[in-house]
């Protein structure tokens, strides 16, 4: 006979016996639903839970002493352990490459320094004493003035905060987790933070073959309505002296094109916002990239030097925190004020910079033991600096939503070619899936409308405001002036010649090498080992650290040696010197002749040459 068994995967059919016994049903029941334990199943007439029997208890009873008929439903219940498999799909909920942490493993994410710190603050806003309505003493508090919050609506609003910190939120979302439950100590201890993900669920319990061949309700994406972001990871970004944006603008003073870089700080806490936080922008390093008047083209990938940057800022105590880019163009009224593109009336960020933007975002996410994937969100930013509408050059701060990002990694959205608007892609049969997106806006009546954002919306939906300012009394981690060549630039050059000059020009030897831009050209000289060069960082930005140690370091003598050296040879260095002999007889064509390796830094130079173009030292010694 055949019996239907409903539980909470739905409704199946097992065929049956009535001599067989309830421990067969149960080994046939597990054996459909992929249980891992047949001991916790239940069964019974009714879907009420209380109602079930548990199976162990009946195990040698027959079928057909309980009246058990064909077409029968038994409803199941149970309570198992996930499999791996099911383990893997549940994750896939939140996001469908990423691994779920175990719960006892969280507490060891290594979180930044900033968020330790503001973990450990209560976070309440303080009131002063209402002057008409406390009528208590000073010792007492009232519903007038007692703290409020750090979440808290009319504070946000009366304050003009558009979004709350993250840390303000995660005191939100768990305060709404304790009254929704406040005794189950189940709900207590899980993760509140899951990150928004739109692809299809792999693998899928629905029975099917996983996709792109099938796809049913329970794997497919549900319905997007997009709505602003309450929270943003960053609230504020400091950069440590006008010198900071003064310097990177120069490039575009001299050439009128475009430049690209990215921005090297640390986090810190940010007290004008409740728990806020402020990326405090030390120096700004320019990457290979092909600069014109009306855009810019990056070099990617960069790897190799991206490490070498990280590994810098590493022993300086600093790390990348964000990018900015210039869109600026001269209104050629002489008066030195710009365009003004970016307004209400335009756009803020184009659609092929937020897409961009979340590129970013998703290569350097935020760890974070409330997330049961250990990261939650990104803390890079991107700045862009261009005309306010008054014709002034002007920085504004950014972040994309985290849904922006999870919609970008989905393959749902793309740019499009109307800058203030981004387009939902079209489904396309066994490839992509895109769920239906919507947006709401207030139309002219002032009644707010649901509508569909295909096939496209405006880019104000993605965008995260961040405020941006100086500090009133700057003290920046890098003093040197003037500042070194900018690497990667096409004015000025970075080479032994170059830094041998520099170092040996007037002024104080710790302050010249104050400089992010020097650190970075000793280090691809990879003359000193890392604990050489963490020495010699520490004396770049550690005002009790003096020049002097720098003596007893093997690698930093070497150096010396070789930029003396560099220094007295660069002359010898010419064309003339390479196309003829002391006898005036003209060398062989440098085509015809094998590239001559420098014994002393390696370089490969040019046939014919006396002197490496590196280092400068003659290479025949």
């Given at each position: 006979m055949l019996l239907r068994i409903r539980s909470k995967e739905g409704m199946s059919r097992i065929q049956v016996e009535a001599s067989d016994t309830f421990a067969d049903l149960a080994e046939k029941i597990a054996a459909t639903l992929q249980l891992a334990d047949v001991?916790?199943?239940?069964?019974?007439?009714?879907p009420k839970p209380e109602a079930a029997t548990p199976i162990t208890t009946m195990s040698d009873k027959t079928?057909?002493?309980?009246?058990l008929k064909h077409g029968d439903i038994v409803y199941v219940s149970y309570a198992e352990k996930p499999t791996t498999t099911e383990a893997a799909s549940s994750a896939s909920t939140a996001a469908n490459s990423s691994e779920f942490i175990p719960m006892n493993e969280l507490a060891n994410i290594k979180q930044e320094p900033v968020d330790d710190l503001l973990e450990k603050e209560r976070g309440l806003i303080k009131r002063p004493k209402d002057t008409k309505f406390c009528r208590h003493g000073d010792n007492a508090m009232c519903d007038y003035c007692m703290p409020l919050e750090p979440?808290?609506?009319?504070?946000?609003?009366e304050n003009k905060i558009k979004h709350m910190s993250f840390q303000a939120y995660l005191r939100k979302i768990d305060a709404a987790k304790q009254t929704s439950a406040p005794s189950s100590t189940v709900l207590k201890h899980l993760p509140p933070l899951e990150e928004p993900d739109y692809r299809v669920k792999v693998p899928c319990s629905g029975g099917h073959a996983p996709w792109p061949e099938g796809i049913c309700t329970k794997c497919q994406p549900s319905a997007i309505t997009l709505q602003r972001q309450i929270y943003r990871m960053v609230d504020h970004v400091e950069f440590a002296s006008a010198g900071v944006i003064d310097t990177f603008l120069n490039a575009w003073r001299e050439s009128g094109t475009q430049r690209f870089g990215y921005l090297i700080g640390r986090y810190e806490p940010y007290t004008e916002v409740p728990l806020g936080v402020k990326a405090v922008v030390e120096t700004i390093y320019e990457p290979p990239q092909e600069d014109h008047m009306d855009g810019i083209k990056l070099s990617l990938p960069w790897d190799e030097e991206e490490a070498m940057v990280n590994r810098v800022a590493e022993a300086c105590g600093l790390k990348m925190v964000g990018m900015v880019f210039t869109d600026l163009i001269d209104d050629g009224t002489g008066k030195g004020t710009v365009v003004a593109k970016r307004h209400v009336d335009s756009y803020f960020m184009s659609s092929l910079e937020c897409a961009f933007a979340a590129d970013m975002q998703r290569r350097y996410p935020n760890p974070c033991r409330h997330s049961a994937t250990g990261k939650y969100g990104s803390k890079f930013l991107t700045c862009v600096i261009s005309g306010d509408t008054e014709g002034n050059i002007d920085v504004k701060a950014y972040q994309v939503s985290e849904t922006t990002v999870a919609l970008k990694e989905a393959d749902i959205i793309e740019p499009s070619r109307k800058a203030s608007v981004m387009r939902v892609q079209e489904s396309v049969p066994h490839e992509r899936y895109v769920p239906e997106v919507f947006y709401k806006f207030k139309n002219e009546y002032g009644v707010v409308v649901k509508q569909s954002a295909k096939p496209t919306f405006p880019v104000e939906y993605l965008l995260v405001n961040v405020t941006h300012g100086f500090p009133q009394s700057?003290?920046?981690l890098f003093h040197a002036s003037p500042c070194y060549s900018i690497e990667n630039r096409h004015t000025g050059v970075q080479d032994v010649n170059?830094?041998?000059?520099?170092?040996?020009s007037s002024g104080d030897l710790k302050q010249l090498l104050s400089d992010f831009h020097v650190l970075c050209f000793i280090r691809k000289l990879n003359m000193l080992n890392d604990d050489e060069f963490s020495v010699l960082c520490n004396v770049a930005t550690k005002s009790d650290v003096p020049a002097e140690v720098l003596e007893q370091l093997t690698g930093w003598k070497t150096m010396t040696m070789v930029l003396k050296e560099a220094e007295g040879n660069a002359r010898f260095n010419t064309p003339s010197t390479q196309s003829a002999t002391p006898s005036g007889a003209v060398t062989p064509a440098t085509s015809d002749l094998a590239e001559v390796s420098c014994r002393h830094c390696t370089f490969a130079n040019a046939a014919g040459a006396v002197n490496c173009e590196m280092c400068g030292l003659p290479l025949n010694e």
């Open positions: 001991d916790t199943i239940a069964v019974g007439d009714s079928l057909g002493s309980a009246n979440y808290d609506a009319g504070y946000l609003e700057p003290n920046p170059t830094l041998s000059r520099y170092l040996n």
